[in-house]
C-alpha cells in the first residue's frame, strides 16, 4: 500500500506541476486562484504532502479541471475504460476511493465517477467560485448518504439522485456502520 501511495503521490506531483505550468501560473498564483497555501502546493509538487480531496478539488478547479481531468494525463480519446485501466485514487484524510469510471480524453462535457465513503466519515468542499456552474448528479447505489448543500441536509437513500451546483458548498457524509457507494456524473460548461 505505501508503494501505491508514493506513486500516486508523484503522479499529483506531476500533474500538478504540468497543469500549473501549461495554465502559466506561479505558485503564488495558483495560491490565490484555489486558496490553498504556496506553501502547501510546494509540498504538493515535490511529493512531499499526499493531497487530500479538498485540496485536489480546490486546486483542479482553480486550473480549469475537475479532479477526473485532473487523474486523466492521457489526451488521446479512449472510447472504451474498462474496469482494471480506470483511475482509482484514495483521498489519506477521509479513506473515500474515488474510481475515474469515464474514458478519458473524450472531451465530453459529462463525466462519471464512482465512490466508495467508509462509516462514520465526511468530506467537505467549501464554496469556489472557480466550480461554479459545474453541475452533479450525486446516484446512490450502495448505503445511505447525508449531502448537505448551501448548508441544506439532503438525505439520501440506496436510489435516490440529488442534482447541484458543485461550486457551492457541500459535504458527503455517511453516518452509518457501512461504506456507501455512490455515483458522481459531472456535467461541465452548464451555467445556471
Known sequence: MENEDRIVDDFAARRLRVLRQQAGLTLEQLARASGVSRAMISRIERAEASPTAVLLARLSAALGHSLSSFFAAESVAVPLARRKAQHVWTDPESGYVRRAVSPPGTG?????????????????????ASSAGIMQHVWVLEGALLLTVD????????????????????VFENRGPRPVRYLVALEHGRRR
Open 108 to 128: 465530453s462535457p459529462v463525466e462519471l465517477v464512482e465512490v466508495v465513503l467508509p462509516p462514520h466519515r465526511t468530506v467537505r468542499f467549501p464554496p469556489q
Open 151 to 170: 448548508g441544506e441536509p439532503q438525505p439520501l437513500e440506496e436510489g435516490d439522485c440529488l442534482y447541484h451546483d458543485i461550486g457551492r458548498g457541500h
